[in-house]
């Protein structure tokens, strides 16, 4: 992964909010990332590929639903960016964490 694609990637607000949330529950379900997100499910799903495609994410299916979790060949230096990111700026994501947080409650 080079830095380009890498901020590249990131520069959507609706990809950088995902993957903040996705950085803080350890991973994410597609169902509950739309909810987060106020997204519709091609909507979510399409942000999530770019980020796979980007080598930031990792999926998993379960079932009929797709997980997320931050990829684990994620270059150091990259992981360090996005945590760093996440822990100063929770009030960027504060609302679709909680979104996500209330979801989690529910089944998908």
Known sequence: MNPQL???C???DVRLKALMIIAEAGEACVCDLM???Q???PKTSRHLAQLRKCQVLLDQRRGKWVYYQ???ELPSWAERVLRETQ???KDYYQAELARFEANK???C
């Open 70 to 72: 931050l990829h684990p």
């Open 87 to 89: 822990a100063n700026n």
């Open 35 to 37: 909810q987060a997100l």
């Open 10 to 12: 990131l520069a959507d």
């Open 105 to 107: 409650q529910q089944l």
């Open 39 to 41: 997204l519709d499910q």
């Open 6 to 8: 890498f901020y590249k």
